[in-house]
């Protein structure tokens, strides 16, 4: 097997979904979005922030993000989910990795995502350090995807070596 010195890229896809739940605060990227209800979940049940750090781990074939922050752990409960992306974004960079651009698909009916999607792409440029230009977010309804009402999201990454010149 040759050594991950000669993979100059690699690619990640992830995917989460959550259900929704009243009365709690909703997130998606690291923004908060005025609403009555909220994404159902042990943490804060950011599935945009869970589906990019799932395809950032994806990429480097680590551990995902159930393994790595358990629905168990107590020390997750309620938790901000960029803490779960920081910790992709430290073994990316620590194997030699840095992001060349990520592609997000949300699957909502509600909210609809056009008006906050230069917001959650601005967040998601502090959260990572990548110019927005290179973030892209989508918004599709469900249109007989699931039954059950929420939101999905399907996030794809591009790694590059930091040292391919
Ligand atoms: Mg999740």
Redesign the pocket.
């Known amino acids: 097997m040759r050594s991950e010195t000669f993979v100059p890229f690699r690619t990640g896809l992830g995917f989460?979904?959550?259900e929704f739940e009243e009365g709690k605060p909703l997130y998606i990227g690291g923004v908060h979005i005025e609403s009555s209800f909220g994404l159902k979940?042990h943490?804060d049940?950011?599935?945009l922030l869970?589906?990019l750090t799932d395809a950032i781990l994806g990429a480097l074939a680590e551990p995902d993000?159930g393994e790595l922050f358990s629905d168990r752990d107590e020390r997750w409960k309620s938790a901000p989910?960029e803490l779960f992306l920081r910790e992709a974004l430290k073994r990316m960079r620590g194997r030699g990795y840095e992001l060349i651009n990520l592609d997000c698909v949300l699957i909502a009916d509600r909210p609809r995502i056009a008006p906050y999607k230069d917001r959650i792409r601005e967040k998601l440029s502090e959260l990572t350090g990548l110019p927005v230009d290179r973030i892209s977010i989508k918004g599709k309804r469900r249109e007989g995807f699931c039954e059950v009402e929420g939101i999905a999201c399907i996030c794809t990454v591009l790694l590059g070596r930091t040292d391919a010149g």
């Open positions: 989460d979904s959550h979940g943490s049940g950011d599935v869970h589906a993000i989910s």
